[in-house]
């Protein structure tokens, strides 16, 4: 029996196991891949909006020659971190269901990369997972050809080759940029009449340089209605119809986080949002002794939480733990 299980070993996660470790409280963290998975996932060149101060967990610093950090130091870093606080992490091994038992704690069922099944138990849980297992589909005839993906690693695979860029947030035009570099004939396709507002300001002159050299294609107010082996069929505004030579398409959408876990312990969801109950002082959700930490508080909107404000969850829910242990 542990004091406390913690599901997701993000830095929300890891922040959120520290914090518990500091108020002596054991611990468990439960991941089915491996530490930071998410940000492994990230594009290999992605820099981070954030400074390495604000992505700081458990006062360890985060020391770079960057103002802002790029991806591969974010892993060396969330790595040095769990060891220097000697973190207990089951990975690959993955949470099946939260079930609260009648004594108030918890029951934890798990199944391990080798098939092997757990159930362990604690007095408290926190539910950390991440929103990178679950893209955000379009729903359009095509979506599950090879050719299609809704995961950008790096550009070289798409050397010279037509590929279609489905998407108008910080991650298509990071993507599109770097196509560019790697002589990818480039088309970007968004809904919306501008792209995003939060694209990173060093990276928007930049990217709107490329678009009015016509180096990279934007088609707004448009959406791919249809992809095929050849080609993507693009609505616009008017509802004319382009078919564009295409062989691949990188479908950067979004993604969202799991409510299985949630559902399984009776957690509550807002059916609009699928934004789960909870108590944003202490993150208890309504179910006593199951907490919530990171994006997963999000529901759908993943941009609400990031990594700068969900590394404070852990505190909340650390406090909360001895509170009432010191209420009882």
Known sequence: MKDVIIIGAGPCGLSAAIECQRRGLSSLIIEKNFIVHSIYLYPTNMQFFSTTALLEIGDVPFTSPNDKPFRHEALVYYRRAAKHHG???AAYEEALSVNPLE????AVHTRNKRGET????AASIIIS?????QPNLIGIPGEELPKVTHYFGEAHPYTGMKVTVIGGSNSAVDAALELLRVGAEVDMVYRGASISENIKPWVRPIFESMVEKDKIVLHLESR???ITPG??????RNGGVKELDNDFVLALTGFRPSRTLLSSAGVSMD????????????MESNVPGLYIAGVIASGRNANEVFIETGRGHGKLIADHIISKRLAD
Do not use: C, M
């Open 224 to 226: 791919v209605t249809e």
């Open 103 to 106: 004594d108030g704690t918890f």
């Open 118 to 121: 757990y159930t362990r138990t």
């Open 231 to 236: 080609s993507v069929h693009i609505t616009g």
């Open 271 to 282: 059916e609009t949002q699928e934004k789960p109950a909870f108590n944003p002082a202490t």
């Open 87 to 89: 973190l207990d992490i």
């Open 129 to 133: 997972t991440g929103y990178f297992d």
